[in-house]
T-cell receptor
Framework: GENVEQHPSTLSVQEGDSAVIKCTYS??????FPWYKQELGKRPQLIID?????GEKKDQRIAVTLNKTAKHFSLHITETQPEDSAVYFCAASGAGANNLFFGTGTRLTVIP | DGGITQSPKYLFRKEGQNVTLSCEQN?????MYWYRQDPGQGLRLIYY???????QKGDIAEGYSVSREKKESFPLTVTSAQKNPTAFYLCASSTSGGTQPQHFGDGTRLSIL
């Protein structure tokens, strides 16, 4: 089955700096890669996703890049703000899979 | 307002007791999922269902049971066989399969009395 690894497990940045979280996956057939943000005690919420037919996708301060050859994808947050502080999860899935495979999460802290 | 509703928000279980967590969705999604989240940890899949009257075990199904009698409902029972049930339980749904976004409920926090 699919195995998703996520790094780093914790990340602290100064407000206004950029943050990058990286994930690798094992199954070359995976073709869907969402990112979720979970604030303390709340539900995970989808913030951006990418499919394997594109290499990059942006939504305001958030971007995701995908390298199919190396089997890794990354979340980039620019101009970080205190409200970006949360746990971020990556996930992967492919055709024939009935569920998402989640990474172990990254706790991002933005220091004002 | 469309979404996923989990109840109760907090639940306490006595030793030897079975408890049932409710999950209802009005998104007309075919697939539903249950995850367990321990403090500071990731999401571990307990059970999932792609269609009514069918469900599959996830990575940590022991001590849990589910049913899917209606499309909109996917209750999870934590049985007395689950010796360490204290955790945050999240229900999710998606239109179909694994390559669609999953939408999560607000979760149920289960504790042992």
């Amino acid at each position: 089955g699919e195995n998703v690894e996520q790094h780093p497990s914790t990340l602290s940045v100064q407000e206004g700096d950029s943050a990058v979280i990286k994930c690798t996956y094992s199954d070359s057939a995976s073709n869907y890669f969402p990112w979720y943000k979970q604030e303390l005690g709340k539900r995970p919420q989808l913030i951006i996703d990418i499919r394997s037919n594109v290499g990059e996708k942006k939504d305001q301060r958030i971007a995701v890049t995908l390298n199919k050859t190396a089997k890794h994808f990354s979340l980039h947050i620019t101009e970080t703000q205190p409200e970006d502080s949360a746990v971020y999860f990556c996930a992967a899935s492919g055709a024939g899979a009935n569920n998402l495979f989640f990474g172990t999460g990254t706790r991002l802290t933005v220091i004002p | 307002d469309g979404g996923i509703t989990q109840s109760p928000k907090y639940l306490f279980r006595k030793e030897g007791q079975n408890v049932t967590l409710s999950c209802e969705q009005n998104l007309n999604h075919d697939a539903m999922y249950w995850y367990r989240q321990d403090p500071g940890q990731g999401l571990r899949l307990i059970y999932y269902s792609q269609i009514v009257n069918d469900f599959q075990k996830g990575d940590i199904a022991e001590g849990y049971s589910v049913s899917r009698e209606k499309k909109e409902s996917f209750p999870l029972t934590v049985t007395s066989a689950q010796k360490n049930p204290t955790a945050f339980y999240l229900c999710a749904s998606s239109t179909s399969g694994g390559t669609q976004p999953q939408h999560f409920g607000d979760g149920t926090r289960l504790s042992i009395l």
